[in-house]
């Protein structure tokens, strides 16, 4: 199975801060890669798939690059609405496999 | 718009089988362009994909090799659902289980997602 990791685990940001968050796959996954937003009591929700495709209806502050292995979530201007847990997952083959996620709490 | 929908018991006994059903609104199961699958999340392991239903002129179905002798995705086209089965359980099955939809195929894209099912496996 390919094995993802994310870093930082947590990092505490003001409203209005640039937020930047990497994942690694333990091996190649071309542009193979999603981000979720998750937030207490619920469901994981689509950010980004294929590196940088931003799903419907997610603001423009979110944005994804990468390719391979290393890849990059990254909010410009933080929103109250954005403190939550944000995972990676590689799609480029079965079993799907997650990052260990990355809080983002309140400064 | 489409929504998944979960039931199932939120307590197992060790030993017993697992079952939860999402029912599915805003689209079908049986379409040709999805796919169906189910996720856990729990502490330990964290976000666990556990496989998937497809239908491409006949049903298919892929497991995660760590559940893969234990688990049985179904489906039901009268209802709009598709179903888990986990056998044999145990504490370490304790997870939220989710269902949710691979909206380009078997790309692993996977939105929306159910509510969230907590399974509790204790006696």
């Known amino acids: 199975d390919i094995q993802m990791t994310q870093s930082p685990s947590s990092l505490s940001a003001s409203v209005g801060d640039r937020v930047t968050i990497t994942c690694r796959a333990s091996q190649s996954i071309g542009s193979y890669l999603n981000w979720y937003q998750q937030k207490p009591g619920r469901a994981p929700k689509l950010l980004i798939y294929a590196t940088s495709n931003l799903q419907s209806g997610v603001p423009s502050r979110f944005s994804g690059s990468g390719f391979r292995t290393d890849f990059t979530l990254t909010i410009t201007s933080l929103q109250p609405e954005d403190f939550a847990i944000y995972f990676c997952q590689q799609s480029h083959n079965t079993p799907f496999t997650y990052g260990p996620g990355t809080k983002v709490d309140v400064k | 718009q489409v929504q998944l929908q979960q039931s199932g018991p939120g307590l197992v006994k060790p030993s017993q089988t697992l079952s939860l059903t999402c029912t599915i609104s805003g689209d079908s199961v049986s379409s040709n362009d999805v796919s169906w699958n189910w996720i856990r999340q729990s502490p330990s392991r964290g976000l666990e994909w556990l496989g998937r239903?497809?239908?491409?002129?006949?049903?298919?179905?892929h497991y995660a090799l760590s559940v893969e002798s234990r688990m049985t995705i179904s489906q039901d086209t009268s209802k709009n659902q598709f179903s888990l089965q986990l056998n044999s359980v145990t504490p370490e099955d304790t997870a939220v289980y989710y269902c949710a939809r691979d909206w380009q195929g078997l790309l692993g894209v996977l939105d929306p997602w159910g509510q969230g099912t907590l399974v509790t496996v204790s006696s």
């Open positions: 239903t497809y239908y491409r002129s006949k049903w298919i179905h």
